[in-house]
């Protein structure tokens, strides 16, 4: 399973993009259309986090207004994402992939789309929100039908998720290399390892202590989790999505 993703500018060269998928074949509940809301009330769910996945704290009951404009991709509803703020979702991945709708989304997907989703991406889909964005994903099973996709995506005016992380870390470079404690110098050294560690705490569960996130990381990190800069930069990433959770006001609550 390919995961195809590009964030767009604007939110109908999205939305163009996404029915263009639709029209290549790829089935609609493998697509989903992620864009910037306007407003949301706030509904509480349960305390429970899936790791990897963004905590949603509360849906607006119902579709959104002009959400999916001639897009074909089932009802479309705003989420209130911590550290995003509104967001509004079109598509069943998209709701998964924020870690809402429980059984119901779970049942609506198979188990092959639930282990292809693109959560190691999400915090590159939050920052390009946060911007005013809009963002395209789909999962196709074909490799040849996700580089078709992902023309598509071009074509329509995407920007690649590769470079839209790219320039996410080069909006908290600056910031890292002052702040590093062993100095610029040392930053420069330690970069590669502090920013694997930075991104790896952007997947684990909000809050999650060391201890407990060192057995889930070190299976797909290896010996890079006993590096002090990994380390350092995973508490610096834990650090990072708590102050845009108090920036968006959805701090979740203990």
């Avoid at 996404?18 to 009330?41: F, K, S, W, Y």
Wanted: aromatic share 6%; no cysteine; hydrophobic share 45%.
């Amino acid at each position: 399973m390919h995961s195809v993703a590009g964030v767009f500018a604007r939110r109908g060269d999205a939305e163009r993009g996404a029915a263009g998928l639709v029209e290549l074949g790829i089935p609609r509940d493998r697509v989903t259309l992620l864009a910037p809301g306007i407003e949301a009330r706030r509904i509480p769910t349960d305390e429970g986090e899936a790791p990897g996945m963004g905590a949603t704290l509360g849906a607006v009951v119902g579709g959104a207004s002009g959400a999916a404009v001639g897009l074909p991709l089932g009802a479309a509803v705003t989420l209130l994402v911590p550290g995003v703020g509104a967001v509004i979702v079109a598509g069943v991945i998209g709701a998964a992939l924020l870690g809402v709708g429980g059984a119901t989304v779970g049942a609506a997907l198979e188990a092959s789309l639930v282990t292809g989703l693109p959560r190691d991406e999400l915090f590159v889909y939050e920052d390009a929100l946060r911007r005013g964005h809009a963002v395209v994903v789909a999962l196709v099973d074909a490799d040849d039908l996700a580089t078709r996709a992902r023309q598509i995506l071009a074509t329509s005016g995407a920007e690649s998720i590769d470079v839209a992380r790219e320039r996410w870390w080069l909006g908290l470079r600056r910031a890292e290399r002052e702040g590093y404690p062993a100095g610029a110098p040392a930053f420069e050294r330690d970069e590669t390892l502090y920013r694997r560690g930075f991104e790896a705490a952007l997947g684990a569960a909000r809050g999650q202590a060391w201890a407990e996130a060192e057995p889930e990381l070190r299976p797909r990190h290896g010996a890079d989790v006993d590096g002090p800069a990994f380390r350092h930069g995973w508490e610096r990433g834990q650090a990072y999505r708590s102050e845009l959770d108090m920036r968006t006001g959805l701090k979740k609550s203990a």
